[in-house]
């Protein structure tokens, strides 16, 4: 008897805890310039808010995963840096960037990399998280430090929606 309610309060408890949300990646268009020229590309990322739902005055990490920039490297990138301004718009207004680093990348090989930061919620409500700038610095053989800015295109997709008590 006791073995079978240890297992109905574990189960119990199993069911009451939350699951984490499965992010789903989003296609966003945007307008890169680089000095090889402008370029229209579709950047796809997963972009993931830890806790969601969240609180009022407390920091909420975001995790950008890009899995596709919509650019291959031409020549071989030793590493890369690089900021994602992100919009804030529901319960309130705000920006906030997310950075990251990475490593090598072969020729004539995707772009992808991931991006961290913080933002810390002043409302409560539901907030609508969208992409803003990108700006990617690389290290290129042959060639050196190379920038790339990208603006998006409207109407841009929402990335995460950010529940805040």
Do not use: K
């Not at 609180?55 to 995790?63: I, Q």
């Amino acid at each position: 008897m006791r073995r079978t309610a240890l297992i109905a309060l574990v189960s119990l408890g199993l069911l009451a805890v939350p699951l984490p949300a499965s992010a789903a990646p989003v296609s966003a268009p945007y307008e890169c310039t680089s000095p090889l020229g402008a370029q229209s590309v579709t950047i796809t990322a997963t972009l993931t808010a830890t806790p969601n739902p969240a609180t009022v005055g407390s920091p909420v990490t975001f995790d950008l995963e890009v899995s596709d920039l919509g650019l291959t490297a031409p020549l071989t990138v030793s590493s890369w840096s690089g900021t994602v301004d992100l919009d804030v718009s529901g319960a309130e207004t705000a920006q906030f960037t997310l950075t990251g680093t990475g490593g090598p990348i072969p020729a004539n090989q995707p772009i992808t990399g991931t991006l961290t930061g913080t933002w810390t919620p002043t409302a409560a409500g539901t907030d609508e998280i969208t992409g803003g700038d990108v700006t990617i610095t690389a290290q290129v053989v042959l060639l050196g430090s190379i920038s790339l800015t990208c603006t998006p295109v409207d109407p841009r997709p929402v990335g995460e929606t950010l529940t805040v008590s």
